[in-house]
């Protein structure tokens, strides 16, 4: 009877090897996308414990930006948002599963998107950097104005009080040690007729907004992630003004805390350029969006660079994490077939996202 006990644990123990994941296979296994509506909580909630958490998803950002009723800041609230109940719900099931949850609110550009200017600018449109390039009827894309998104002025004296707040809050609510702020595809800072940004090198100016936010949440133990493109030289690799920067903002790489954790988004191309974050000191997470041919070539990518450096490279080299670019209701809508994209029914987010964590799987089991 003891000899039947010892060979069953130790097939359990080979069962759960191959099954389970190991932290050193992939530190981070991440999910982005837009936080729920409140009518979306429950459901969501379902799809975390029935979708991510079967996938050893451990890392979860949700995009809240106004989505939350904001106590410190009420003016600023979207006219439907989260209560601290429904956030809690969903910190609760993350805790059970071992999910990191992690905030994200758009510090810096991406204050607009298409004719919309976002609550921050339209409350307070003081801190516009740009005061002078009017929001378009329709919007189109090239323009006079070199528009994409509106950015605040980083060194107006008033906005990080703002700011500040909402971050502490939302991080509170999410009980988290990390935040998510955005910083992607800013095309407006330092512009030439902004009084305090005037003549300021950009580079500079990126690196500082992003030194002080990360100082800000290291006063309380939280970590500073962010979008990696604007550290990128989009004319020297030929990666363009979307996924790199074309106005100097890139040698912020030399220049900012190396404790800041990079997500490095690519799209169209399986871009390689996590060693260069790596190589520089930062750890970093390849991020795919709706290719899944793609996404797999990046997650083998990121298995080849842990299993073929040295152990301080290897550390920076965190994983992979899905970004999915809508809100999590249609997200939702396409994952179980309620609505589908019959133009392109290959590369969906949905698609993708299976695709990578498949994959994952896959070189976790040929690791084991």
């Known amino acids: ?5 010892v060979l069953l644990a130790i097939f359990l123990s080979l069962f759960i090897g191959k099954t389970s994941f190991s932290q050193d296979v992939l530190p981070v296994r991440g999910f982005c996308i837009g936080a729920p509506k409140t009518v979306e909580v429950d459901a969501f909630i379902k799809f975390i414990a029935e979708e991510l958490a079967p996938r050893k998803v451990n ?4 995009r809240i930006d106004y ?7 009420p003016e600023l609230r979207d006219e439907s948002a989260l209560s601290k109940a429904e956030v809690k719900k969903m910190v609760d099931i993350c805790r059970k599963n071992q999910i ?5 609110i758009n510090l810096l550009g991406h204050q607009s998107w298409a004719e919309k200017v976002t609550n921050l600018l339209r409350v307070y449109p003081q801190f516009d950097e740009t005061p002078q390039a009017e929001m378009p009827q329709k919007y189109k894309w090239p323009n006079s104005d070199s528009l994409y998104c509106k950015s605040y002025c980083p060194l107006h004296p008033d906005v990080h009080k703002i700011v500040f707040a909402l971050v502490d809050e939302i991080c509170d609510a999410f009980e988290t040690d990390a935040f998510h702020a955005g910083m992607d595809e800013v095309f407006y800072i330092g512009d030439d007729k902004c009084p305090r940004c005037s003549g300021k090198d950009k580079a500079e100016l990126f690196a500082g907004e992003v030194n002080l936010i990360r100082n800000h949440l290291a006063m309380k133990n939280r970590q500073l992630w962010i979008w990696g493109d604007r550290l990128l030289d989009g004319k020297t690799t030929g990666m363009g003004m979307w996924e790199a920067s074309f106005n100097n903002t890139h040698r912020a790489i030399d220049l900012i805390s190396k404790d800041v954790m990079i997500c490095d988004w690519h799209y169209e191309r399986p871009d390689q350029s996590a060693v260069y974050f790596a190589t520089k000191g930062f750890s970093v997470v390849t991020c795919p969006w709706r290719m899944p041919e793609i996404a797999v070539r990046q997650t083998q990518d990121m298995f080849r660079f842990r299993a073929s450096v040295t152990p301080e490279m290897k550390v920076r080299f965190q994983g992979m994490m899905q970004t999915v670019w809508s809100g999590a209701g249609q997200f939702m809508d396409e994952f179980y077939g309620r609505k589908t994209n019959n133009k392109d029914n290959a590369n969906t987010p949905t698609n993708c996202f299976k695709a990578m964590f498949d994959e994952i799987q896959k070189q976790n089991t040929i690791k084991n």
């Open 1 to 5: 009877m003891n000899k039947l006990l």
């Open 59 to 62: 890392a979860l950002i949700l």
């Open 67 to 73: 989505n939350y009723q904001f106590e410190s800041h």
């Open 100 to 104: 990191r949850l992690i905030p994200q």
